[in-house]
């Protein structure tokens, strides 16, 4: 038989000390409704839509694991000067995020490749029938005036893309044109030698 270590019912008077210390502590409720919360910097609400970025690359709506963003689209054909015929583009015409299905994972603002996603902190846009919350691209534009600035570049961490190939270029000298080598002129000898 193995034997236990410790006194019998150490764990009751353990788990009764926790209780009347919690017992004896004053309630920190949060008065929520009239006192806003103070979230983390990194909190995830509402997905916010820059209309304008979007280029209607369908990254987003292909890697949801939801299949909550609903995005369509027409060709249109832009006539640029000097090209030798007109150019096409997408125009976004519907971009919806149904908030019912997102399970809130990020995916689509981190594959976005023309930063047309960002989070927002506002979490409050409950609404009293579903499907209030299908939110379309007005409305994730109205959320881009809660987005908060992005943080300060740490003074400390490694620069930017950007500040390497600014720095880069102001560090290199201005290019000079290579020197001519003068060329023998045909019919002249070469190698100096005497003729024979």
Not at 155 to 160: A, E, K, Q, R, Y
Request: glycine fraction near 6%; charged fraction near 25%; aromatic fraction near 6%.
């Amino acid at each position: 038989m193995s034997e236990r270590s410790g006194v019998p019912g150490e764990g009751l008077v353990k788990g009764l000390a926790v209780t009347l210390k919690t017992m004896t502590r004053r309630s920190t409720t949060q008065q929520y409704p009239d006192v806003a919360p103070e979230l983390p910097p990194r909190s995830r609400g509402v997905i916010a839509l820059l209309e304008e970025n979007c280029t209607v690359c369908m990254l987003c709506a292909r890697e949801c694991p939801d299949w909550c963003i609903y995005i369509d689209s027409h060709k249109e054909e832009v006539a640029v000067p000097g090209a030798a015929r007109p150019r096409q583009r997408n125009v976004l015409d519907k971009f919806d995020i149904d908030f019912s299905l997102c399970m809130y994972c990020g995916i689509c603002i981190e594959v976005c490749p023309f930063d047309a996603l960002y989070w927002t902190p506002e979490f409050e846009y409950a609404e009293y029938d579903i499907k209030d919350l299908l939110h379309d691209k007005d409305h994730l534009g109205e959320w881009m005036a809660t987005v908060p600035p992005p943080p300060a570049h740490d003074p400390h961490g490694d620069p930017s893309k950007e500040e390497t190939t600014a720095a880069r270029k102001a560090a290199a000298p201005t290019a000079r044109p290579a020197p001519t080598r003068a060329l023998p002129e045909p019919g002249a000898e070469q190698g100096g030698g005497a003729p024979s």
